[in-house]
């Protein structure tokens, strides 16, 4: 079965601008996390989804959102970009959450903030 | 607060050698620790624990808990080229409903 697929895999973008990046998780899967790597702070939890519902969120700014959709589809924007969100941003897909079952992620989308 | 501590850092060796990662946690409503392996992009599954004392094994890699002490140990016997990734620990914090905790990883390389 396919697995979690994210787009765009890499983007540039300039401070102040704002993305969004995408995640389809596997097929069943009701729970998906976000996670920001850099190579200073390894992965940090921004968010997970769970059936539309935002259940759990980590310490980041505002700025940073996110959304599911009914089909589990998962997006997260980030506004006003600063130099310092450049990094990986991962996406994980589970049955009822990181909690309760094992993370299956994805390839990640790479941010470039210049 | 919930942390969760790998060491060493980074970490390099020859084929055939045996290498062993760390992991220690603080972790409220403990419920199982995992292991993850990233070698390009996305980190895939190696190991869950949950039970003290009790080793897992697959292939070259095998793991085990002590909730005693709060650490995890993974262990990688006659190491390849092919092992050379980032090792991901994650303690699971607040139960079912709960989430992860990363440490930071171990970036291993094994030279030829």
């Known amino acids: 079965k396919a697995g979690v697929t994210q787009t765009p895999r890499y983007l540039i973008k300039t401070r102040g601008q704002q993305v969004t990046l995408s995640c389809s998780p596997i097929s069943g899967h009701r729970s998906v996390s976000w996670y920001q790597q850099t190579p200073g702070q390894g992965l940090q939890f921004l968010f997970e989804?769970?059936?539309?519902?935002?259940?759990n969120k980590g310490n980041f700014p505002g700025r940073f959102s996110g959304r599911q959709f009914s089909n589990s589809r998962s997006e997260m924007n980030v506004s006003t970009l600063e130099l310092g969100d450049s990094a990986l941003y991962l996406c994980?897909?589970?049955?009822?959450?990181?909690?309760?079952?094992?993370?299956?992620f994805g390839a990640g989308s790479r941010l470039t903030v210049l | 607060e919930d942390k969760v501590v790998q060491s060493p850092l980074s970490l390099v060796v020859h084929e055939g050698d045996t290498v062993t990662l760390n992991c220690s946690y603080e972790?409220?409503?403990?419920?199982?620790l995992l292991w993850y392996k990233q070698e390009k992009k996305a980190p895939t599954f190696l190991f869950m624990l949950t039970s003290s004392g009790i080793e897992k094994k697959s292939g070259r890699l095998s793991s085990i808990l002590d909730k005693k002490e709060l650490f995890s140990i993974l262990n990688i016997t006659a190491t390849q080229t092919g092992d050379s990734a980032i090792y991901l620990c994650?303690?699971?914090?607040?139960?079912?409903?709960?989430?992860?905790?990363f440490g930071k990883g171990t970036k291993l390389s094994v030279k030829p």
């Open positions: 994980a897909s589970s049955l009822a959450g990181p909690g309760a079952n094992v993370l299956t």
């Open positions: 989804y769970f059936s539309e519902t935002q259940r």
């Open positions: 972790v409220t409503n403990f419920r199982s």
């Open positions: 994650a303690g699971n914090y607040g139960g079912s409903q709960g989430n992860l905790i």
